[in-house]
């Protein structure tokens, strides 16, 4: 799964797109170069291809993800365990499908178990799948909570992201300190308000540092 140069699987993307070989990727990074004004040849850029396309290997392996696959190993002696499970800061890294450019910021993952729990560490994995893909953040949170709840069938799940889109902070309007936070509520977060309070409690308003754009 981490070998981002062998295109192998490449199960989750369009099916109806043939890949373009590595050869072709690094000619448009060469288009690239010139088109932004600069000599695609002299001595620094002459590898610049290389890389690009293997960075773009890692920004985007979640197309070769199964975000389903992640969560289907549970775990059903939990004791009874039945308040949320929340897993708070997970870093996540994504990019603008309009702008190419990295969306920076955190997600909150959180679930209220019925009978069975899954190893957190999957749900970052499922956050990554989802964010190594080229996203807009609305999108990217409602597929995270939509799989999560799909899966697992809890009794309630919850995303919540909060991120700094650099096509905004960089580019265009130009400002910076912006963050986006959107939410995605389903089952006993969406239609219980004490469920939704405490939820939000815990997310907690802890004047969290700057985001890293
Ligand atoms: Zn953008």
Same mark, same amino acid.
């Given at each position: 799964?981490?070998?981002?140069?062998?295109?192998?699987?490449?199960?989750?993307?369009?099916?109806?797109?043939?890949?373009?070989?590595?050869?072709?990727?690094?000619?448009?990074?060469?288009?690239?170069?010139?088109?932004?004004?600069?000599?695609?040849?002299?001595?620094?850029?002459?590898?610049?291809?290389?890389?690009?396309?293997?960075?773009?290997?890692?920004?985007?392996?979640?197309?070769?993800?199964?975000?389903?696959?992640?969560?289907?190993?549970?775990?059903?002696?939990?004791?009874?365990?039945?308040?949320?499970? #929340?897993?708070?800061?997970?870093? #996540?890294?994504?990019?603008?499908?309009?702008?190419?450019?990295?969306?920076?910021?955190?997600?909150?993952?959180?679930?209220?178990?019925?009978?069975?729990?899954?190893?957190?560490?999957? #749900?970052?994995?499922v956050v990554d799948a989802y964010a190594h893909r080229l996203q807009i953040q609305e999108k990217l949170t409602a597929q995270i909570c939509n799989t999560i709840n799909e899966v697992l069938a809890p009794r309630g799940t919850a995303v919540i992201i909060e991120a700094a889109h650099e096509c905004m902070t960089t580019r265009g309007v130009h400002k910076p300190g912006v963050s986006m936070v959107t939410s995605r509520m389903l089952g006993a977060f969406r239609d219980d308000p004490a469920t939704r309070r405490e939820l939000l409690a815990m997310v907690g308003h802890r004047a969290p540092g700057p985001l890293e754009a």
């Open positions: 799964m981490n070998n981002y140069t062998n295109p192998a699987p490449r199960a989750f993307r369009a099916a109806s797109l043939a890949r373009p070989s590595e050869e072709e990727a690094q000619a448009a990074i060469r288009t690239l170069i010139r088109w932004a004004g600069d000599d695609p040849e002299r001595e620094g850029l002459r590898d610049t291809p290389k890389r690009v396309a293997k960075s773009y290997g890692e920004f985007f392996r979640g197309y070769d993800e199964d975000p389903v696959a992640l969560l289907e190993r549970t775990f059903e002696e939990v004791e009874g365990y039945d308040e949320i499970v #929340l897993l708070r800061d997970i870093r #996540l890294e994504s990019h603008c499908e309009h702008h190419m450019v990295p969306i920076i910021g955190r997600a909150h993952v959180a679930y209220l178990p019925h009978r069975r729990v899954v190893g957190i560490s999957k #749900l970052a994995r």
